[in-house]
């Protein structure tokens, strides 16, 4: 069964204090990984797709990784409008067509 | 333009009623999804249509009923709902074309509540 997980299941930070956070997938051929922000009672907002090991993306103060079973979101020096839950999802199934999101990660940044 | 509209915003029923959730998008996208989601939970994947056809129902209550008039456009049809329905229902539309734009993107969602 494919799976995802994130952690931590939150994360509190300092203005300017650099973290990563870890999506760890379990699935039968990875079509694409994906992260997206979602602010509360908003829908997902996407930031990037991974597509194969090694692959790197950046995007401001954000960087996604990935590896052939986990990929991470590193944030450098975030600000308080960094602060959202943070969702990675895998595309799996036969054609492609089923995305399983992990839990998320809430990310609070205090000024 | 990567807009998803969804309406209404939000939607307050009783366990009596008959609504329906509508979605709209104008970028082409052959792949159309409804999700649900519950307060500090993932989104939770409830039908997806490709080209227009059903291609994935999980296992979704048949109060629920989902119809895609034409590549725009996606409804989900909602009829003697219970309080435990209550949540942001999301819309989602990707390519579908399998040209390596897999990403999909999210309308702003229809926050239901069911008394």
Not at chain 2, 40 to 52: C, D
Request: glycine letters at 8%.
């Amino acid at each position: 069964e494919d799976q995802v997980t994130q952690s931590p299941e939150a994360l509190r930070l300092q203005e300017g204090e650099s973290s990563s956070l870890n999506c760890s997938y379990t699935v039968s051929g990875l079509r694409g990984l994906f992260w997206y922000r979602q602010d509360p009672g908003k829908g997902p907002e996407f930031l990037f797709t991974l597509y194969s090991a090694g692959e790197e993306k950046e995007k401001e103060r954000l960087k996604a990784t990935l590896t052939k079973k986990e990929s991470f979101l590193h944030i450098t020096a975030p600000k308080p409008e960094d602060s959202a839950t943070y969702l990675c999802a895998v595309q799996a199934g036969n054609y492609g067509q089923n995305f399983v999101f992990g839990p998320g990660t809430r990310l609070s940044v205090l000024p | 333009d990567t807009e998803v509209t969804q309406t209404p915003k939000h939607l307050v029923m009783g366990m009596t009623n008959k609504k329906s959730l509508k979605c709209e998008q104008h970028m082409g996208h052959r792949a159309m999804y409804w999700y649900k989601q519950k307060a500090k939970k993932p989104p939770e994947l409830m039908f997806v249509y490709s080209y227009e056809k059903l291609s994935i129902n999980e296992s979704v209550p048949s109060r629920f009923s989902p119809e895609c008039p034409n590549s725009s456009l996606l409804n989900l049809h909602l009829h003697a709902l219970q309080p435990e329905d209550s949540a942001l229902y999301l819309c989602a539309s990707r390519q579908g074309r399998g040209n390596g734009h897999n990403e999909q993107f999210f309308g702003p969602g229809t926050r239901l509540t069911v008394l």
